[in-house]
């Protein structure tokens, strides 16, 4: 087919793209670290042309700094990084709530909310469990298609990029504990229940809960 090279092309960089993002999330490929564009081909068995594609992607999102010697590095993020990701995505947040979210229930169909509630009920049990791993997924898929009840892309992408930058902050801190049962924030459910009900003040107050429990966390493991 005419463009098949192209189409090929872009889904592979698509896929390396979503799994070096994953393993930056996940801490496995940790803050700091360096690599090379025939590094990461080689490793996944590829052509450059895709990979560095993919790595301009990441840089883009935020998630990679280029280096000289045309090699990149994982981003290092701060504390004060932290506390700004917190800032934006509450401004965000508090905006999606005042303006949109009775029409977003509103318009959203049944699947829609459903899906919504069934990322709730995940994250809710792997944050009670302590399975770190299982939560930064859920996390978010559901902020994400919370965010896609509102309609708007550019809120729902904006967004997704703080909460990724913020789990590569906190990721790394919180595998230094022993044990994370109890420690994460676990409100998933309540915060869909208060928008689906339309209750502002009370999805306002469970975001401004959540985000003293992280910063408060946080700051005790930066420490």
């Keep these: 087919?005419?463009?098949?090279?192209?189409?090929?092309?872009?889904?592979?960089?698509?896929?390396?793209?979503?799994?070096?993002r994953d393993e930056v999330i996940a801490g496995r490929l940790p803050a700091g670290r360096q690599f090379t564009v025939k590094e990461i081909a080689e490793q996944y068995g590829v052509s450059a042309t895709?990979?560095?594609?993919a790595l301009l992607d990441l840089c883009s999102q935020g998630l990679l700094?280029?280096?000289?010697?045309?090699?990149?590095?994982?981003?290092?993020?701060?504390?004060?990084?932290?506390?700004?990701?917190?800032?934006?995505?509450?401004?965000?947040?508090?905006?999606?709530?005042?303006?949109?979210?009775?029409?977003?229930?509103d318009s959203a169909t049944p699947e829609a909310l459903a899906s919504v509630r069934r990322r709730a009920e995940e994250a809710g049990r792997a944050a009670a469990?302590?399975?770190?791993?299982?939560?930064?997924?859920?996390d978010l898929r559901f902020w994400r298609e919370l965010c896609c009840l509102v309609g708007n892309p550019y809120i729902s992408?904006?967004?997704?990029?703080?909460?990724?930058?913020g789990w590569i902050f906190t990721v790394p801190l919180l595998r230094r504990l022993p044990e994370l049962r109890g420690r994460l924030w676990q409100?998933?459910?309540?915060l869909v229940?208060?928008?689906?009900?339309?209750?502002?003040?009370?999805?306002?107050?469970?975001?401004?809960?959540?985000?003293?429990?992280?910063?408060?966390?946080?700051e005790q493991l930066t420490e």
């Design 1 to 20: 087919m005419p463009g098949s090279d192209a189409v090929k092309r872009t889904t592979l960089r698509s896929q390396i793209a979503d799994a070096l």
């Design 50 to 53: 895709p990979v560095r594609e």
């Design 65 to 105: 700094d280029v280096e000289l010697h045309r090699s990149y590095r994982v981003r290092e993020f701060t504390y004060a990084d932290f506390r700004d990701m917190i800032e934006a995505r509450t401004l965000i947040i508090e905006g999606i709530f005042r303006r949109s979210a009775q029409q977003a229930v």
């Design 129 to 138: 469990a302590g399975d770190l791993d299982i939560l930064i997924g859920y």
């Design 157 to 165: 992408d904006f967004l997704d990029r703080v909460r990724v930058q």
């Design 187 to 190: 409100g998933h459910g309540e």
């Design 193 to 218: 229940a208060a928008v689906t009900s339309r209750d502002v003040a009370e999805a306002q107050r469970l975001i401004a809960a959540y985000n003293a429990h992280s910063l408060n966390l946080i």
